[in-house]
């Protein structure tokens, strides 16, 4: 077993730790926060993020790993250093390099000989080189292997992945990183560091696409009368195609895909390649966001000022407790800017959101309901769908729903009388 040094205790790098650790290998975690270390310690997990918490209590009663403040003191002791700190979107819409620089240059002259530093945060390509150079080792290699966890079911899928890709220019180093994964049951590819850093922002810009495409699909299908869910289904059968990520929406949105399609076109942009498919993608969620508005200020009426709009769901998506770039607050952004009110409610958000300064946050979705006028479903929250619908019907003043994620049962709802205006249906 090995002992791991993870710098960053963000979703990434709290994931990864605690994974190791359950996996057998000696884990130190290390931030710059230090109240988050101490609620660390204790196995307090700043996430939602479901299993987490467990293996965390489990590795720490093992003393499989510990929670450090400063990246050096975690990496003193280790074979290999994960670097997991953030590399939000810049001004031009590149990634921002300037915490995996800073991380590099600490950790560089405490490094034990012959280390491996990984890098796990998702960087422009060719960043394990600009790694190296910060870290100025000849003796330490370094070589990427991107994350693919999806917030919300992270632990899964870092213990069940789909692969594991490792870069690296050294066969000895990529080998050695594989074995940290001997425990996993996946396949293990090597290649060159670029083309791993590549892989990376493919991936999530390629599901990015597919979501924008299955949107505008579902715009088509409300022009033609299409329903998007039979017509996904059956897209879904073609194995090429394949059945996930063909559910429309509000827009897609997240700490990941806006910024990374964002950065690859960017790098593109860099290195002289017009991506114009990206700029596109970017274009058609953006409607999206404006479209579910509309839906939404259309069922309201001209006379917003009386108007009241209850919201089911503000994280990004369902599982998580994360607002960062959410469908939902970017949609009612444009519902509260154009005057109507709102009243919110979220099963992983219990107060007032900053992005949302005029939105009332509430602790159940019935509350939210009083009164409403419309109600629009932004996150698809599976606890929505055993709500009390006569109680809804008695608590709303209208009777029209907004279901941005095809969530509800329709025929339910229709009974009691609501009109349910869907996506693509
Ligand atoms: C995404 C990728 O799925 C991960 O593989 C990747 O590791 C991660 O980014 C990252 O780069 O760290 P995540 O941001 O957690 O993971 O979210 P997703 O589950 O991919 O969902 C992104 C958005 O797409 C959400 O707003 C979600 O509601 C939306 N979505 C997803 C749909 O609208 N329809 C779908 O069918 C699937």
New binding site residues.
């Given amino acids: 077993m090995a002992r791991i040094a993870v710098i960053g205790t963000g979703y ?1 790098g709290l994931t990864t730790g605690a994974c190791f650790a359950h996996l057998g290998h000696d884990v130190i975690c290390a931030d710059i926060d230090a109240d988050k270390i101490e609620r660390l310690k204790r196995g307090e997990i700043p996430i939602v993020e479901e299993g987490l918490g467990r293996i965390v209590s489990e590795a720490l009663a093992a003393g499989k790993i510990k929670f450090v403040v400063g990246a050096v003191n975690a990496s003193s002791y280790a074979e290999f250093h994960y670097l997991c700190v953030p590399t939000p979107q810049g001004e031009d819409g590149s990634a921002d390099l300037h915490y995996l620089e800073a991380a590099a240059e600490e950790i560089g002259p405490c490094l034990p000989t012959d280390s491996v530093v990984v890098n796990k945060s ?1 960087v422009p390509v060719g960043s394990t080189e600009v790694v190296a150079m910060h870290l100025k080792r000849s003796d330490v290699q370094v070589v990427s292997n991107p ?6 079911t992270a632990v899964k ?1 870092f213990l069940n992945p789909d692969r594991v890709v490792i870069g690296a220019s050294d066969q000895k180093a990529a080998i050695r990183v594989a074995a940290l994964y001997s425990r996993v049951r996946a396949p293990i590819m090597v290649t060159d560091p670029v083309s791993a850093e590549t892989i ?1 922002y493919a ?2 810009a390629f ?1 990015a696409t597919k ?1 924008s495409f ?1 949107n505008a699909i579902a715009n088509l299908c409300e022009h033609v009368g299409a329903d998007v869910n039979d017509v996904t289904l059956g897209m879904g059968y073609d194995t090429r195609i394949g059945k ?6 509000p ?7 806006p910024k ?1 399609v964002a950065a690859l076109a960017k790098i593109a942009e860099d290195y002289g390649y017009d991506f114009t498919l990206l700029r596109e993608v970017l274009a058609v969620n953006n409607a999206q966001f404006d479209r579910t508005a509309q839906k939404v200020l259309q069922a309201l009426g001209e006379d917003l000022s009386e108007k009241k709009v209850a919201a089911w769901g503000l994280s ?2 369902a599982g ?1 407790d994360d607002l960062r770039e ?2 939902a607050v970017e949609v009612l952004q444009r519902v509260s800017g154009a005057g109507a009110q709102i009243t919110a409610y979220d099963p992983a958000v219990p107060n007032g959101v900053k992005e949302l300064p005029l939105v009332e946050v509430v602790s159940d979705p019935l509350i939210a309901a009083k009164d409403a006028d419309v109600l629009v479903v932004l ?2 929250w599976p606890e929505f769908k055993f709500v009390d619908f006569d109680q809804l019907a008695e608590q709303m003043r209208g009777r029209v729903i907004i279901d941005a994620r095809n969530l509800l049962d329709r025929s339910v709802l229709l009974r009691r009388g609501f009109t349910v205006i869907g996506i693509g249906r």
């Fill in positions: 990434v998702t994350e693919f966890l999806r917030e919300g899928d990376k991936s999530n599901l979501l299955v996930d990520f063909l559910r429309p929406g827009g897609w949105g997240g700490s990941c895909f990374d990004f998506k998580t959410s469908p996150t698809e």
